[in-house]
């Protein structure tokens, strides 16, 4: 059975950092990419980013790009995002997702999804 776990999120500062892991267990995803959503309340879920496992490929939402940067440790079946310069407007629930290919993440198209880590930045 897939699992996927995330973990990191907390409260910081405007102007802070976090790291969140997403972590993998089940089977390895050497051919897939992963990504990252986020959900604030009363808001529908939003694309954050995504990166494929073979060639470590990234693509960013604009509203993260220059500040959010997602990575893979292929060895510990773990991807990451660190988080800089957040804004209060990051507050949400991050979860991360397998979807295949970075095209179907972009559609919010998924074969597995973590339960989420929550993410508040303060004013």
């Known amino acids: 059975q897939v699992q996927l776990v995330e973990s990191g999120g907390g409260l910081v500062q405007a102007g802070g950092s976090l790291r969140l892991s997403c972590a993998a267990s089940?089977?390895?995803?050497?051919?897939?990419?992963t990504g990252w959503f986020r959900q604030a309340p009363g808001k529908e879920r939003e694309f954050v980013g995504a990166i494929t496992w073979s060639a470590g490929s990234t693509y960013y939402a604009d509203s993260v790009k220059g500040r959010f940067t997602i990575s893979r440790d292929n060895a510990k079946n773990t991807m990451y995002l660190q988080m800089n310069s957040l804004k209060p407007e990051d507050t949400a629930v991050y979860y991360c997702a397998v979807g295949g290919t970075i095209s179907r993440l972009l559609r919010y198209e998924y074969d597995y999804w973590g339960q989420g880590t929550q993410v508040t930045v303060s004013s």
């Open positions: 089940g089977r390895t995803f050497s051919k897939d990419a």
